[in-house]
Nanobody
């Protein structure tokens, strides 16, 4: 089984930055795509970014393109650098992993098999 643990959330002022981390254990994820999602109260889970198993291919949701950067420095560590944060970025942020492999990178939450417990990000105005 794969366990994912997010960290790095917190309270930040609008315009500030945070860096989220996702640490995986239980298996080496060297063929897994990984992604970040968030969910605000009363809203659906939103796709933010995804990265291929190699780290060479990335995708971003429109709401974060140009402000957030996804990266991974090894098979089991992934990051989300968040800059120019806005109050509307306030949500619980989740990392996810998918074992399909290959060149396909999932962007829908129902395509991911493994999820972390989430970390709260709050942006004050």
């Amino acid at each position: 089984q794969v366990q994912l643990v997010e960290s790095g959330g917190g309270l930040v002022q609008a315009g500030g930055s945070l860096r989220l981390s996702c640490a995986a254990s239980g298996r080496t994820l060297n063929t897994y795509a990984m992604g970040w999602f968030r969910q605000a109260p009363g809203k659906e889970r939103e796709f933010l970014a995804a990265i291929s198993w190699s780290g060479r291919i990335t995708y971003y949701g429109d709401s974060v393109k140009g402000r957030f950067t996804i990266s991974r420095d090894n098979a089991n560590s992934m990051y989300l650098q968040m800059n120019n944060l806005r109050p509307e970025d306030t949500a619980v942020y989740y990392c996810a992993a998918d074992s399909q492999g290959g060149i396909y990178i999932p962007k829908r939450s129902d395509e991911y098999e493994y999820w972390g417990q989430g970390t709260q990000v709050t942006v004050s105005s």
